[in-house]
């Protein structure tokens, strides 16, 4: 691809959208590696809420306004936004009874999370790959005019 074009909009967020599945990837693999880990507590990620901010910003969608806080004094600390919508947010699961050495991780949940995220990555994985398909049809039709 060539610096500075774009082929669509949409492709930035398939992008990110790949990017979070990778990321949920590695850590359902990490929690099935964990599994015989005293006191370890399974991990999952909440990487949609970067995805729809990634989504606003890709298309120019305003948000909702933000409060300002007043400055005052120079020395003042800056306003943080927590947690940012603009990264993944990783977090404990829970609802899931421990064992008796503490583990969270249960078998069957992880192994359901991971077909539902490799289903999901390969469906974004065709999406790219159809707008890719799309674009070349197109240079190669214009090189036959």
């Known amino acids: 691809m060539f610096a500075g074009f774009q082929t669509s909009k949409s492709k930035q967020l398939v992008n990110a959208a790949l990017e979070g599945r990778v990321l949920r990837q590695q850590i359902i693999a990490g929690n099935i ?4 880990t ?3 507590k399974a991990k999952d990620v909440d990487f949609e809420s970067a995805l729809i901010a990634k989504k606003n910003e890709i298309y120019g969608v305003k948000t909702e306004p933000k409060f300002e806080l007043a400055v005052t004094n120079e ?3 800056a306003s ?4 940012s919508a603009k990264n993944s947010t990783v977090y ?3 609802g899931h009874m421990a064992r008796n050495d503490g583990n ?3 078998l069957d949940v992880e ?4 077909s539902k995220n490799s289903i999901m990555v390969q469906a974004l994985d065709g999406a790219s790959k159809k707008q890719g398909d ?3 049809s197109v240079i190669d039709a214009s090189g036959k005019i």
């Open 33 to 36: 590696a964990n599994i015989d």
């Open 38 to 40: 005293p006191f370890y």
């Open 75 to 77: 020395k003042h600390f």
């Open 80 to 83: 943080l936004d927590f947690p």
């Open 92 to 94: 404990l699961r829970d």
């Open 104 to 106: 969270t991780v249960d």
């Open 111 to 114: 192994t359901t999370e991971l």
């Open 134 to 136: 799309i674009f070349k």
